[in-house]
């Protein structure tokens, strides 16, 4: 199955919801089958509408679906940190570039730390890379004495 | 030392002339005394021969005896009296004399021990002046470079310190208004910059 999670599904917890709605689902649909063919089906949400495609929702498709979405709670996640909560235009255009540029499969989590006052931080794994203006301003210590010396002279 | 022992020596012979001119003085009192009782009182064997003598001869003879005894005495005080004020003057003016030279050469003595811890007063108080002058040195040598290791100290953490308080000042600041519609360019730049690095960190796993 060549397909991938939509944009704005970034979050382990969203992929969670998913996998449940989609096994509930299939549960509902086996279910309503041995009761009675012509009962409706429940109302599926836009994300997994998407995922789905434009395929007939079947149970069978439904199970594989959520079991496609159980091994996708266990992709890489990779966190951001930024200065406030972005936007979910914002969230969208930072997930699709992970998941354009780095691996397909990619799970995203944002945080927020007013402490930033701007840029980010991204941590994957073990591994950090600070982006902040914080860390900026902090590395650029040695520039702000040369700038005071000229200033003040001293 | 021995110009006293040798003044005590001619005091002492000098109470021993004096003590033996009295005795002899005091002998012969005693011998005209015994005259004068023979003379008064003629032993009745010797009456014959005393009777060649007038009586007023008699008396002649003893008046001159007594007379020229008195003088012989007289002469004897007074030449001991004389030889006695000669010895007491020489004996006074080599006291005087020793005394002086006893006490200039004390004196001298006293000057030299005082020349000499004065000098070594001098000498010491020398010495601990340039042990003081250079302890002095040392400190104040010790003193400057502290001085400017700490001042070096100081400017560090002044320098390092001022950095955070800055960042903590901008940081403060910018963190009020923060549009990360503005700051989503930087953002995208950042990443692709970085894209290679965040590759291989996502390959390399947790």
Redesign the interface.
Known sequence: MDRRLPDNVATPQQVQLLRIEAESLAAAIGEGARRSKDKPLAKVSADLQAILGKSKITAELLEQTAAWLSQQQTA?V?HFV???L??PE?RQ??VA?LRD???PN?LASFEHN???????V?R????I?D?S??RK??D???G??KV?KKVTGV | MNSYYILLGVIALLVVINYVSLFWVSSLQKQLRHARQKVAKPAPSTASTLATVSAEHVIELQAKAEHLMEETVRKSIQKLHDDLGKTTGLINQRVGELSDKVIQDELTKYQGALDEVRQSSIDTLSEVQQAIDKRRGEMEETLAAEVAEEKKHVLERF??H???V??GY??ET??QN?D??A??S???D???K??D???K??A???
């Open positions: 890489p990779v930024l200065p406030v972005p936007q914002l255009r930072l570039w540029n780095l691996a990619l007013s402490g930033l006052a701007g840029g980010f991204i994957t794994g073990s591994v890379y982006f203006f914080r301003l902090l650029g210590a040695a702000m004495k005071m | 320098e390092q001022m950095g955070e800055v960042s901008l940081v910018l963190g923060i990360l519609g700051q989503s930087y953002i995208f950042t990443l692709e970085h894209k690095e965040l590759k960190a996502l390399d796993g947790p």
